[in-house]
């Protein structure tokens, strides 16, 4: 049986911002179709709608010629349209099976009996029986989706799935999306990754700021001309230089052992590595595997054993982040809201976060308010920071220019290491490009950089040596000529 | 057709606003509460209001019950500002009140210039002891400090019981609870002949001047307003957490020993039972309808002392309880929490869409 799922019209307004400006789509069953979009460009709002998360100013939604009343998530789920959101929304403690009858009002038996038939089926393999927390990410992704293969769905929606799998598990989901597609589930893929959508769609819708910009089938399209339809303009690629191979050591890192009293964070186990002076030593992994931890160890906001670090000839395991700093060390961490920034704070406020002494913001204890606005104002133009006002509060900077600040804040002091954790997560791609050509312009100057990142294509594109991350333990270090995606994906699963 | 909206930012008239928003509809819910209880509303307000201040004497009764207030609400400030939720001011007023006390008493029958200035650095010091309890448990314990102090303050009251009853009650006091009157020496000289008010109103504005510095002008008024907002960043940032958590818990304390202090060694004169109103307590309210800002926290103490006063009037010529005192300080916060969902959304009057 054909489905057809047609939105028409479709309007959300949030104050200071238009999510979706009157989009009108049409969907056939038979095919996977890719909503493609930057962040921000009203995707998310789109999928929300057709999940019944999110109520539209106007607008309407049919699904086979009925115009469909999503009030509620339930709504949807009446309605046959199932739903795999970026985060999973699971019960970590209970069985995969619970996970499964949760919201189900058959008889026990037979949903058992349903769920062996679709795994069967699709050649999943899990254990219905052990807690969700012991699966891998690609196997709970597994369970929302069979949890909504159990409601035979006509209707499929994918948010950004891949953002936690390795390549592996991709490329099995991919599979699994396909034969799905072919037994006549509508499948919608929501991404931001132009090389997915080349893979697995028939068709793409691109979005940007709200508007749906066009529709095309994918054979008439390649990732340049999608990703020009993604940013809305031509972008020019950036390609670092091989570095001059340095043999000055600058970091060394030996035997860091981190426990955590907080059973959601991860052990640092035996960490080994060094980077020499003007190299890039990306760390690659999938997120939740000890990077939060490994970067606060080495910021300093986790101590450590004073032998475990030794940062240009000196030992500072047991220092500060503030101590580090006058070293010439310099972070920026991943969470530019809630740790690297203070939205409710002006501009220059935040800048005084970086107390370097030489930069002499605070004398005798008290704020010198004249220095810091000189600084600021040099960080501002500098670094591109599109404001000409320091004193405007840094919650109506946009993410990217947020974190130009921040970028620049921790560089005005020349720093010999720059330690930054994914640095242009959530970053439009004009701000991308401008954040990797200044991390490049930093190893251009014979300074160093650790990169923890989870975005594949930033690690390559920007390290000179690549390790993986995985459990709290980092693989054995590469040079990233050798390294190429599938490799690092094989790695980041676990597998040597 | 009324619509809410979110504001993009919240605006800094509004900030300021609300609070007297907050006291405009405190009036009202009150004078409805008189109505109801069959008093004329207007009337019973401007007892409860205008008539304890209407003469020099009530002035200085507003002053006099205004002091404690601001101090100890300025010494909060520095704990509520860095995300340290000390409500314990209470206890730290009566430990400071205790070791003070016990130390005017040793000089019961001396007299000397030395000896006011030893008391008065006593009550301090003992209000930073007893503060600094929860500060310790907290930074090394991971012990949460809203419930150590609370339950501090209920330790001190019984200890102050103890002494007052036992060890220090006064020999030739017929065994009523409460210690011998302390020597002029130990008391804060009053400032005017015939008025309660007492030098002890010099040390709350010098807080005042002084938290203002800090607040605004210092590295430590920094670090705390950056801890207040995240803790997270603050540790980014590298700022020593367990040493400002201790400091902003000992500012506090002193200044609500110092509080102490001044009841004792002002309109008391001696050590007994029930030598503080709450003013521990009420001080919260009056720090957070202050908005944390020292002169905020000068109208707000005195707004909050008039409640205390117009309790005692009202129920001198009204014979209302005068624990109205407290049910008007209790709105006074009601209505300020509720008005401060203004600061983040605002009520657009729209006409009817068809």
Request: overall charge neutral; proline content about 3%; glycine content about 8%.
């Amino acid at each position: 049986m054909n489905t057809n799922l047609k939105i028409s019209n479709v309007t959300k307004i949030y104050p200071g911002c238009v999510a979706n400006d009157n989009v009108s789509l049409e969907f056939n069953s038979g095919k996977i179709y890719a909503l493609l979009g930057e962040n921000g460009a009203g995707k998310s709002t789109l999928v929300k709608i057709l999940s019944g998360v999110i109520i539209p100013d106007e607008g309407k939604i049919y699904l086979n010629e009925n115009n469909l009343k999503l009030n509620s998530p339930l709504d949807a789920k009446k309605n046959d349209i199932g739903m795999v959101f970026q985060h999973f929304n699971l019960f970590e403690t209970l069985s995969v099976f619970e996970n499964l009858i949760i919201d189900s009002d058959e008889q026990r038996e037979s949903v058992r009996e349903k769920i062996d038939a679709i795994m069967k089926k699709y050649n999943f393999s899990i254990d219905l029986d052990i807690p969700v927390l012991n699966l891998s990410a690609g196997q709970k992704q597994k369970v929302e989706i069979i949890r909504c293969l159990i409601r035979s769905p006509k209707v499929l929606i994918m948010d950004e799935p891949t953002s936690v799998l390795t390549e592996q598990e991709t490329s099995e989901l991919f599979l699994s999306l396909k034969k799905f597609s072919e037994e006549g589930i509508l499948i919608i893929y929501i991404t931001h990754k132009l090389k997915e959508v080349m893979q697995l769609c028939d068709e793409v819708a691109v979005m940007r700021r709200g508007k749906l910009v066009s529709v095309s089938e994918i054979k008439n399209e390649n990732i340049e001309s999608l990703a020009n339809k993604m940013v809305g303009q031509n972008l020019k690629t950036i390609k670092k230089k091989k570095a001059k191979t340095s043999s000055d050591q600058l970091i060394k890192i030996t035997n860091l052992n981190f426990t955590s009293e907080d059973p959601f964070e991860t052990n640092l186990t035996d960490i080994n590595f060094s980077v020499n002076r003007g190299e890039c030593l990306g760390i690659a992994g999938i997120s939740g595997n000890g990077q939060s931890e490994l970067f606060q160890v080495l910021s300093g906001e986790i101590i450590s054993e004073k032998n475990s670090i030794e940062f240009n000839n000196n030992y500072i395991g047991d220092l500060s982040p503030q101590e580090r700093r006058e070293y010439l060390m310099a972070f920026s961490p991943e969470d530019r809201l809630e740790q690297a920034a203070i939205p409710q704070m002006k501009i220059f406020e935040n800048v005084a976060l970086n107390n370097f002494k030489s930069s002499n913001f605070f004398n005798n204890g008290l704020i010198n308010e004249n220095k810091i606005k000189e600084h600021s104002k040099k960080i501002i133009s500098d670094f591109n920071v599109n404001t000409d006002n320091i004193e405007l509060k840094s919650q109506f900077l946009s993410g990217g220019n947020l974190q130009k600040l921040i970028i620049g804040r921790e560089l005005i002091t020349s720093p010999d290491l720059l330690i930054c954790f994914n640095p242009t997560w959530g970053l439009d791609v004009g701000a991308i490009n401008y954040i990797h050509e200044t991390l490049i312009k930093i190893n251009e100057q014979n300074k160093s950089i650790i990169l923890i990142s989870t975005d594949t294509d930033e690690l390559l594109k920007l390290s000179d040596k690549i390790s993986v991350i995985h459990k709290g333990k980092l693989s054995k270090i590469m040079n990233s000529e050798e390294v190429t995606s599938e490799k690092l994906g094989i790695l980041m699963g676990g597998a040597n | 057709m009324i619509k809410i909206v979110k504001r993009d930012q919240p605006s800094r008239a509004i900030f300021f606003f609300t609070p007297v928003l907050a006291i405009f509809l405190t009036l009202v819910a009150g004078g409805l509460i008189f109505f109801i209880l069959g008093f004329k509303p207007f009337e019973a307000l401007k007892f409860f209001f205008i008539v304890p201040i209407a003469d020099k004497y009530g002035f200085s009764e507003l002053l006099l019950k205004a002091t404690p207030l601001c101090l100890i609400a300025i010494g909060l400030s520095f704990c509520f500002k860095s995300n340290n939720w000390n409500i314990g001011a209470e206890g730290q007023l009566t430990f400071g009140a205790i070791v003070s006390g016990g130390v005017a008493l040793l000089f019961y029958e001396q007299e000397g210039f030395y000896i006011l200035p030893i008391v008065i650095l006593a009550g301090a010091i003992g209000g930073m002891l007893y503060a600094s309890i929860p500060a310790i448990l907290k930074t090394y314990f991971n012990t949460n400090e809203i419930l150590v102090s609370l339950m501090l303050v209920y330790v001190s009251k019984l200890i102050l019981d103890y002494l007052v009853v036992g060890p220090w009650s006064n020999p030739e006091g017929f065994n009523f609870p409460e210690t011998r009157q302390f020597s002029d020496s130990a008391k804060l000289p009053l400032l005017f002949e015939g008025l309660r008010i007492h030098a002890g109103i010099f040390l709350a504005l010098a807080a005042v001047v002084i938290s203002w510095f800090v607040f605004y002008k210092t590295y430590l008024g920094f670090q705390m307003k950056v801890s207040g907002f995240s803790l997270k960043t603050a540790k980014y940032a590298g700022y020593k957490g367990k040493k400002m958590i201790i400091l902003v818990f000992l500012i506090s304390g002193a200044c609500a020993g110092l509080a102490g202090v001044g009841e004792i060694t002002g309109p008391i004169g001696q050590l007994h039972r029930e030598i503080s109103p709450d003013y521990g307590f009420t001080a919260i309210i009056v720090a957070f309808l202050g908005r944390l800002h020292p002169v905020g926290i000068i109208f707000a103490s005195l707004v909050v002392a008039i409640t205390y006063l117009g309790a005692e009037t009202a129920q001198i010529f009204m014979q209302i309880p005068k624990y109205t005192g407290q049910v008007f300080q209790g709105m006074i916060l009601f209505f300020l929490l509720a008005s401060d969902y203004l600061l983040f959304f605002k009520i657009k009057f729209i006409g009817l869409k068809k």
